[in-house]
């Protein structure tokens, strides 16, 4: 599976912002999807989770009520909705996708198996 990140720019503090995820090659197979960022200095963290279905999400507090993950299976791609976008924002965001027995969903990077090459995100105030 080939997962390929797009969507990254500069936004203004309070903007909004979509990335993009598509997937390719060996697509089959019910995969949770996930958004992970790294901002320069620190350690990569995760941000969203969405799974098979898209019945399920998870997001981590820092960006709950302000980013939305949601997929199309049809088009083998997923997205995040960043509003309200501030300076803590900025990073590189990467999408991933996993698919661990008896797992819908996860925040955890190790339950991972593909990544895309990541996308730069940068907020100006």
């Known amino acids: 599976v080939q997962l390929q990140a797009s969507g990254g720019g500069l936004v203004q503090a309070g903007g909004s912002l979509r990335l993009s995820c598509a997937a390719s090659?060996?697509?089959?197979?019910?995969?949770?999807m996930g958004w992970f960022r790294q901002a320069p200095g620190k350690e990569r963290e995760f941000v969203a989770t969405?799974?098979?279905?898209?019945?399920?999400?998870y997001y981590a507090d820092s960006v709950k009520g302000r980013f939305t993950i949601t997929r199309d299976n049809g088009k083998n791609t997923v997205y995040l909705q960043m509003n309200s976008v501030n300076a803590e924002d900025t990073a590189v965001y990467y999408c991933?996708?996993?698919?661990?027995?008896?797992?819908?969903?996860?925040?955890?990077?190790?339950?991972?198996?593909?990544w895309g090459q990541g996308t730069q995100v940068t907020v100006s105030s």
């Open positions: 991933a996708a996993g698919q661990w027995y008896g797992r819908t969903w996860s925040s955890l990077s190790t339950e991972y198996d593909y």
């Open positions: 969405i799974s098979w279905s898209g019945g399920r999400t």
């Open positions: 090659g060996r697509t089959s197979g019910s995969r949770y």
